[in-house]
């Protein structure tokens, strides 16, 4: 039966900022299924979210006065 190897590394997240998502990968061969094996069980494929700095904000400029 296939057994998976170790995750790949990390790829870069989506977004340059704010949350997005990165992903990894890993292959069914450590060792591959060979002479009517089974197949690796899970997925190839995983999914995380990310945030790799804040967007820079919007900002409003107030002015305040008082009225006597």
């Known amino acids: 039966d ?14 340059t900022c704010g949350k997005g998502t990165r992903s990894r990968q890993r292959s069914c061969g450590n ?9 690796c069980v899970g997925g190839i ?3 995380d979210e990310c945030e ?5 904000g919007t900002y ?5 006065s008082m009225i006597a």
């Not at 409003?60 to 305040?64: A, D, H, R």
């Open 2 to 15: 296939g057994k998976w190897g170790t995750w790949n590394g990390w790829l870069s997240c989506t977004n």
């Open 31 to 39: 060792p591959t299924p060979s002479n009517g094996g089974k197949q």
């Open 45 to 47: 494929n995983e999914l």
């Open 52 to 56: 790799s700095k804040a967007c820079p």
């Open 60 to 64: 409003i400029k107030f002015t305040c």
